[in-house]
């Protein structure tokens, strides 16, 4: 009797296997276009969202329309009491801080703001440093996307434009000189914490300062802090927050998207 070899013996048990041979001749009998039905899916459809340049997105919640501050209140409750005028609204210096009346978690945020031409103090001095047209956008109240005057100005990496506060050096320095407009479009994911207040999952931002990417999806540290190490303290959403640090810098055209 002649002797199989062993690879002819595994050829027809492969043969002889019903499911094998059945999937074998069904996928053969199918088009292309059939087999790359597998990998579709059709739902959920998104949501149709209208996005025109220079307007906000249709789903967008505009938070300042050029006209007033109703959407925003002082940082301890109250009227903002910053200055409206041409479109925009202005640090009243030693006024306080202002908030967002809603709160938000996920975000998209749109913020536009200028510094001022004026770059000396009242002494006639130069300003240099932190002290030239500082303030802050803060997500949550607490994470501070910095905004400075950073044009020629010198300072520490990770506290000029584009900087999260003490915490991460943007990536490249894009500014514009004062008196230009300049645009934050800052992506946030908020941080989450267990029913024991435990951070399960941190805080990531990404960043672009004038359409240049500054913060590329970074881990958020803790709240922003100007003397120490951030820590993270349990929260849920909380509101957009804008900082006076006593200079007058400008904002306008600011919106948000939930995510």
Known sequence: MKTLKPLTLTVLALLSCPLMAASGSSSAAKEPWQLAEATEVWTPVPAIVTANENTPPS???VLFDGTSLNQWQGAEGGDAKWTVKNGAFTVAPKTGDIKTKASFCDAQVHVEW???TKTTGDDGKELTGQ????SGIFLQ?????QVLDSYNNKTYSNGQAGSIYKQHIPLVNPTRAPGVWQTYDIIFT?????DDKT???????????????????VEIQGATTWIGKPVYTAHGCAPLRLQDHGNPVSFRNIWIRKL
């Open 131 to 134: 002290g030239r047209s500082n």
């Open 141 to 145: 109240e607490q994470y501070e996307v």
């Open 199 to 217: 951070l399960t999952s941190p805080g990531r931002i990404t960043v672009l300062l004038n359409g240049v990417l500054v913060q590329n999806n």
């Open 114 to 116: 200028m510094t001022p």
């Open 190 to 194: 908020a941080p989450e914490f267990s």
């Open 59 to 61: 789903d967008a919640i």
